[in-house]
């Protein structure tokens, strides 16, 4: 796992390889990768010992681990999953793999460029509330108590790994670090603003849920706040849930008209749904028209004219399509998943 990521503590304080992943042959005088061994020795020595603005806050060393578009760090140490029990560390590589996972996507999906982006997302995990507070309050200016994420510009989000609501659950933690690198990539990619609050909800939840369920095949989180809303629809599985809620509605009763102008705290579990759909159907049928449409939204530029612009429909022909395309798709019946899936 350590291949996969550019940088790690724990790699980096390795005696053997000291982070390099691989050591000279005692038998030679060098091979061929032995002055990349030396350089990368090198670089990792100097990442190693660069001041570490919450290091520094908090007067302890942490785990820390660097991706191209992230950067890890907490010191919750022992997590379980079912019976087992699972590190922090590999917990953080898990969600530093899968971010990555989520990025690449993104990439495809809305021809990213390395200047897209202004900044890496933070993402932080503590093993006590007084720490998770006590950072919360000097990066984040909250209060909260279980997680709370900081979105458009210099992306920051922070979880208490003991919160009720997750109890060291190295699973639900996760799924929500994963989930949030999609709130905070798209919230950062192009502009830095953050259109969950300007009536962009339904991209920004939307998008989140689809990357998340790119990864895990199920929805696990909220949008906002975690903690206050219960993963009360269909359990995160949506496909067929909707195909047969949407087949019996009056489609003369739109959804788009009345969604589209959710703020994503105020949107209810099957609002979350409806807005996962949308961009699915998006991704899949129009997925050259995701980066116009953002930039848009970020513009505060309403649907009603990016929709014909990009689209070439208006609501009602974006929703009559979104509908029928949903009903030849989803199945009627979601298929067996195996135990924990």
Avoid at 84 to 93: A, T
Avoid at 334 to 339: C, D, G, L, N, S
Wanted: charge should be positive; charged fraction near 25%.
């Amino acid at each position: 796992m350590e291949h996969e990521v550019e940088f790690c503590t724990v790699a980096a304080q390795c005696k053997t390889c000291q982070g390099a992943l691989f050591t000279a042959c005692a038998k030679c005088d060098g091979g061929p990768q032995t002055e990349l061994m030396v350089a990368r020795r090198a670089s990792i020595t100097e990442w190693f010992g660069r001041p570490h603005d919450l290091e520094n806050f908090l007067e302890k060393s942490l785990l820390r681990i660097e991706t191209p578009h992230l950067r890890l760090a907490g010191d919750v140490k022992e997590l379980r999953e079912g019976k087992k029990g699972v590190s922090g560390h590999l917990l953080m590589h898990r969600v530093a793999r899968d971010g990555e996972l989520v990025a690449k996507k993104i990439a495809e999906h809305f021809q990213v460029k390395p200047k897209d982006y202004r900044s890496p997302m933070r993402l932080w995990f503590w093993n006590e509330a007084a720490t998770h507070r006590k950072v919360m309050l000097h990066f984040l200016g909250s209060g909260s108590a279980g997680d709370f994420k900081w979105l458009g510009k210099h992306p920051r989000f922070s979880a208490h790994c003991g919160d009720n609501t997750f109890k060291f659950d190295a699973s639900s933690l996760h799924s929500l670090g994963v989930h949030n690198v999609g709130h905070m990539l798209i919230s950062n990619l192009f502009v830095e603003m953050w259109i969950g609050d300007m009536q962009g909800g339904w991209f920004d939840s939307g998008s989140a849920h689809w990357y998340e369920e790119f990864v895990f095949k199920r929805v696990q989180n909220h949008c906002i706040d975690e903690i206050a809303h219960a993963l009360d629809y269909h359990k995160g599985i949506w496909r067929s849930a909707l195909r047969n809620k949407m087949s019996k509605e009056d489609e003369a009763v739109a959804v788009l008209p009345s969604l589209l102008r959710k703020l994503t705290g105020t949107m209810m579990p099957v609002e979350h749904a409806q807005a996962w759909s949308f961009y699915d159907w998006l991704v899949h049928n129009h997925t050259d028209t995701l980066a116009p449409i953002l930039k848009g939204l970020k513009r505060n530029i309403p649907e009603r004219e990016l929709f014909p612009k990009y689209l070439d429909m208006n609501l009602r022909q974006a929703e009559v399509a979104w509908r029928l395309w949903v009903q030849e798709t989803y199945p009627k019946k979601e298929p067996r998943r195996k135990k924990g899936r």
